[in-house]
């Protein structure tokens, strides 16, 4: 039996389950210590419970789509309104190299995984599907990709397998990252930072704040007292901003809809998302560079994330894990192998190109975070390193802004050169 929800319905269950998902993740040590987004936490056992009703009852669910498409669109437009190309010269040459070799591993990665699948007897397609498309694209990219599979070229499954591999990536990019560059820097001859006694009052609220808490909790660390000063000149996110922000993405979205009609059938056609990546940093880089406009990156990340968050928590209600029964197998070898190669890479190539040094470690950490998860992960990784040794302002520079952002560049145009190959 089917059931067809419409738009509100499934915004409001996909609300719920991000609301889940934040519940599991503060429940739940090993979610927190791996990263695991909160609409991934809620949405795999939303899954598992749309699962037990198909097994059961023969339940089969359908959610609003356009919806769906909407938000994942913000998503990657947030990505290219976030994208200024100014900021290349902070990071300098080596961002560059970086952002080569972090490019040059996507190729390696994709190239293994149609090899595997071929020879394991999958749709070579489903090998960048367990490539680049979900490890280092994350669950935003193997949802929009796994759309397009499933429409474009009949690759059944697509979208639960992407989410499926990513949700594994997250947890293998946070174990690999810490053995990886404790090694390398043990060969170096660095050893661990002694633990100061008296720590100061900013070194101890650092350590009570979190990747995703705002809240700093200096009530606990120092009673009532405030210990930064907070300006009057602060840029709020108010409903005149927040209506600034959306018209910026609605022009992305327009550019994309104008270029997916125009494209059609031509040799640049391309997904609508990647042409809302695209609309998004064009606009950011004429306004900034052009017009000297002042961008509000702060209310584009908001509804950004937010938008990824509906994105995926809608995306993990439509799985169908009955799907990939039958794949579980092959695809288990094929993010291992993907895992020791990550390992490989990032041990001999990541670390002797960046330089060979302490910093070059470091980077290395947070290559295996995103090269198998996403950026978040990589900045944890990073973390756990230079809490036991000692900073490195280097890495912490160049790994959010080729995480967040060039990666996602690159990765959309080799997937999109990988699947006009006559083999696929």
Known sequence: MEVTLNGYYTLILATLVLLMGRFLVKKIKFLEDFNIPEPVAGGLVAAIIVYALNLIWGYSFNFHQDLQTACMLMFFASIGLSADFGRLKAGGTPLLVFTVVVSSFIIVQDIAGVALASALGLDPLLGLVTGSIALTGGHGTAGAWGITLEEQYGVVGATTLGIAVATYGLVAGGVI??????????????????????????????????????????????????????????????????????????????????????????????????????????????????????????????????????????????????????????????????????????????????????????????????????????????????????????AFLIVPMVGAFFVDIVNATVLQIFTKLPFM
Request: charged content about 20%; hydrophobic content about 50%.
């Open 177 to 394: 990252g810490g053995p990886v560059a404790r090694r390398l820097i043990q060969n170096l001859g660095v050893k661990p930072s002694p633990v100061d006694p008296n720590p100061s009052d900013v070194e101890k609220l650092a350590g009570k704040q979190s990747l995703y808490s705002t809240k700093h909790k200096e009530e606990e660390a120092f009673g009532n007292k405030e210990i930064f000063e907070k300006p009057d000149n602060i840029r709020l996110i108010t409903a005149s901003s927040a209506i600034e922000s959306f018209a910026l993405f609605a022009a992305a979205l327009a550019f994309a809809d104008f270029m997916t009609l125009v494209g059609k059938d031509t040799w640049f056609e391309l997904p609508t998302f990647v042409w809302a990546l695209a609309g998004g940093v064009i606009i950011r880089n004429v306004l900034t560079m052009v017009f000297d406009f002042d961008m509000f990156d702060r209310a584009i990340d908001v509804i950004g994330n937010a938008s990824l968050s509906l994105f995926l928590a809608m995306a993990l209600l439509s799985l169908k894990l009955w799907q990939l029964t039958d794949l579980a197998g092959p695809v288990l070898i094929i993010l291992l192998v993907q895992t020791l190669l990550m390992i490989g890479f990032a041990y001999f190539i990541t670390f002797k190109i960046m330089g060979k040094d302490y910093d070059a470690s470091v980077l290395a950490a947070g290559h295996c975070g995103f090269g198998m998860g996403a950026t978040p992960t990589a900045i944890a990784n990073m973390q756990a390193v230079t809490d036991r040794y000692q900073p490195s302002p280097k």
